[in-house]
């Protein structure tokens, strides 16, 4: 039952969960999370213009290749609820290693020589990325108690500078290395190296701590136990922040299926509607900064919800109206809305929790929640374009879908703690 933060009963385990640890230089820990979010998305949007070559080179029919950006986003679903208990486990900082370590493996599966192969990756880099989604806000909350949702906007905000700079650079990177896609999208596992490497210091402190050979500053007793949030899966604002999150999520991820399509089936070159879809993805990057930092000013979220909702419709009803004339409204408007409700809904996870194993959990639930949803919405958009014979009938539901999310935001944004 959500409570507010006055009313918030002190509850006690026996079973501790790490406390705020600054475990390397700031400095050395804000570069170790922001290179590890800039690997989030990167191996996810490299993909997208390469899909045709991926299509001829193994003579696949059009669902399979809907299929190379589906089932990422699907697993991201499945492995989100696992985190948790692997964060138990092992450790925070571990667990962020191996995850990265995973999806830079995942990235070279995905380009051998078989479409058994390109679908493991797939299914290995969604499960990796679960993994981050879900460790990064706990670490976050823990490491910045009185900075979390500043800093959810920092990493959030580099998590689609990754995305951007993998769609912009997949050709030229395919023409400058001369091996295909196969070398172009097989490059980003450097990437994950780096961060790994980076890294690296966050895991040996953490060893050295565990094992008493160094000294951790903590900013309360770490013989305080912290409350773990019992029955979240029967919490109604957990509910809503998942369904926020969702329903988002699928917005965004049908759009990024189907945009550049819509306009060019509306007459758009499409070179040009490649340029449309391609900034509405850099202003993303604004609103996934700058909404989480209007969100930890606030005592409640409920009005900033909202307007990203109303954003999304606003932009959606410009190209299902005016696709053609209005695609470049639509893509700062739609921009905005989507990079601030990814912002928002990563900031309601440090925001509706207490401690860092309540984010993790929060983060578990919502994201497997949310990830499953959204995979879901570039399948659908599809079948039923095929179904109707254009975008009238998917953008309407997709306006419809857009109340539930100002509902699920409104319920999201009180102020109350899990």
Partial sequence: ???????????????????????????????????????????????????????????????????????????????????????????????????????????????????????????????AIAVLNVSMPGLVKREFPDRAAAMTGVYSTTMLVGATMAAGLSVPLEHALGGGWEASLGAWSLLALVAAVAWLPQVLRARAARDGAGVVSVTKPPVTPVRPVQGIWRSPLAWQISLFMGISSLLVYTLVAWMPTILADHGMDRGEAGLVFAFSNLVQVAGAFLVPLFAGRMTNQRALAVSMALLNAVGIAVLLIAPVPGAWVAA???????????????????????????????????????????????????????????WTTPLALMLVLVSVVAVAGWGAGRDRTL
């Fill in 1 to 127: 039952m959500a409570v507010t933060r006055a009313q918030q009963p002190v509850v006690t385990t026996s079973v501790p969960f790490p406390v705020r640890s600054r475990l390397a230089h700031p400095a050395l820990l804000l570069t170790g999370i922001l290179l590890v979010a800039l690997n989030m998305r990167a191996c996810l949007a490299a993909v997208s213009p390469m899909v045709g070559e991926i299509q001829r080179s193994f003579g696949l029919s059009a669902t399979a290749s809907g299929l190379i950006t589906t089932v990422p986003v699907l697993f991201q679903g499945v492995g989100a609820p696992l985190t948790p208990r692997l964060t138990r486990r092992f450790g925070t900082e571990r667990v962020v290693l191996g995850a990265v370590l995973v999806l830079g493996a995942g990235v070279l599966l995905r380009v051998l020589p078989s479409v058994a192969a390109l679908y493991a990756g797939c299914v290995v880099i969604g499960v």
């Fill in 332 to 390: 700062v408007i739609l921009g905005v809305a989507q990079g601030g409700s990814l912002g928002l809904g990563l900031a309601f996870i440090v925001l509706r929790t207490d401690s860092a194993a309540g984010a993790a959990q929060l983060g578990g639930m919502s994201q497997a929640v949310g990830y499953l949803v959204a995979a879901a919405g570039p399948v659908g958009a599809g079948a039923l374009r095929q179904a109707t014979g254009g």
